[in-house]
């Protein structure tokens, strides 16, 4: 209710959506941009994967990074000491928009 004066935020885009305007503007079939745009999930996955980093021109960047295992014990949050749990190492994937998307909008 505090954001009240704000306009309704703008609904994303679904995949279906963005094939079709694609399509549109390139000519091409909804069907044919739909099995690109799977292609490119699979391929920007299988890199991510495989060299730690992807980059779609002009768009985003998603890198992985290895986050360390942590040992069990006692740990002071917010003033009071918590027994935490062991928790195993993992791979954290995160997406940066690149600059020149930044300097667009």
Do not use: H, N, W
């Amino acid at each position: 209710k505090a954001m009240k004066g704000m306009k309704a935020a703008a609904k994303a885009m679904t995949k279906g959506a963005v094939a079709q305007s694609l399509a549109d503007e390139c000519e091409l079939k909804k069907a044919q941009v739909t099995s690109v745009l799977d292609a490119l999930a699979a391929l920007g996955a299988s890199e991510a994967k495989k060299a730690g980093k992807f980059t779609i021109p002009g768009l985003c960047m998603v890198k992985t990074r290895q986050k360390p295992a942590t040992k069990a014990g006692k740990k002071e949050i917010f003033g009071k000491v918590v027994m935490v749990k062991a928790k195993p190492a993992k791979t954290v994937v995160k997406a940066y928009c690149v600059a020149a998307l930044k300097k667009e909008i």
